[in-house]
């Protein structure tokens, strides 16, 4: 892993010097340094922002990875298009998050499973106030989900269930009888999604993750409640017809983004955008 962007004078490498991470009378191991960077150097690079003088407000970053040519999964899953580095940087931006903001069609796709408690970031996470693991908050209209699964069963925090007001009784029965908390996000079927975030802060979580999918991004974006998208560039072409990483209607005026930094490993791109 090395970074490209930024490259400030102090994450040149100083000829002789061994900066953090560096081993002792071994080269100098800097950020530009091709080498292999600790969990606790990524969770450092990938730090929510520090509370404003009004306390901490909602941030909302999304992580998705994209081929060259634009594919969001192959065949319906993200993980052939992923690699060794991509899970770490996505082990990392959970292990930061007080949740993970998941649309339903994802979860029951990939076969979601509760978060992990990670020891590389138990002390960060107890020094920061934050449960063991992140809680997963699932988005769904219908509910449509097997609720016996061990992401609604047993957690180490409750599964969110995040539905709109006309939800089937008998199906947010069913998802509270497993041990989910759900909230009710919305006026009809569906969750908007600046409600949804605004639910979640009413409950303490403002480090806000989303793991898309696209049509959950897709509207995330739309609803202008997105701050930041951790994009991983996977050198792989796929062709076909595979969604990309937010689809549903467009917006009106493309919204500008600016890149806060780019690290490379082994031709994979991690990019990190914020709204300007
Ligand atoms: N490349 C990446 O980084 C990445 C990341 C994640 C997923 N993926 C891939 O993307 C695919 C799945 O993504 P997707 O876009 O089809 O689905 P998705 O966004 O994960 O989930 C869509 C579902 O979420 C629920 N939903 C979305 N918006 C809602 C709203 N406003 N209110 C209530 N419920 C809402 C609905 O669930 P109900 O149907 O239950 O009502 C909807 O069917 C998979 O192939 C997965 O592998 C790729």
């Known amino acids: 892993m090395r970074r490209l962007f930024p490259v400030t004078d102090e994450t040149a490498p ?16 800097t950020d530009t340094a091709d080498r292999e960077w ?6 450092a690079a990938y730090a ?9 407000e909602s941030w909302l970053r999304a992580n998705m990875v994209s081929t060259l040519d634009g594919a969001a999964q192959h065949d319906g899953r993200s993980q052939p298009i992923s690699d060794a580095a991509d899970m770490r940087i996505f082990g990392t931006l959970r292990g930061l998050a007080d949740v993970v903001l998941v649309g339903a069609q994802t979860v029951r796709q990939e076969g979601y ?3 992990r ?6 002390g960060l996470r107890e020094a920061a106030g934050q449960a063991a ?19 609604f069963t047993s957690p180490l925090v409750p599964t969110l269930v995040l539905t709109g007001a006309a939800a089937a009784p008998d199906r947010v029965a069913a998802a509270e009888r497993a041990g989910a908390r759900v909230l009710i996000a919305g006026d009809g079927m569906g969750v908007d999604p600046a409600r949804a975030v605004r639910a979640l802060a009413d409950l303490g979580m403002t480090r806000l993750l989303t793991e898309g999918g696209p049509r959950l991004l897709g509207q995330l974006i739309a609803a202008g409640v997105l701050d930041e998208l951790c994009l991983t560039v996977s050198p792989m072409l796929t062709a076909g017809d595979a969604q990309r990483i937010a689809g549903g209607p467009s917006v009106a005026v493309p919204e500008r983004f600016g890149l806060v930094s780019l690290l490379e490993e082994e031709g994979f791109l991690f990019s990190r955008y914020r709204r300007t």
């Open 48 to 56: 929510y922002p520090e509370p404003g003088p009004g306390g901490r």
């Open 14 to 29: 100083r000829p002789g010097a061994t900066p953090p991470g560096g081993v002792a009378g071994g080269p100098p191991a």
């Open 38 to 43: 600790s969990l606790q150097e990524l969770a």
């Open 117 to 122: 408690a990670r020891a590389a970031f138990a």
């Open 113 to 115: 499973r509760p978060a």
């Open 133 to 151: 693991a992140p809680a997963i908050a699932v988005v769904s209209a219908s509910l449509d989900l097997d609720f016996s699964w061990p992401l």
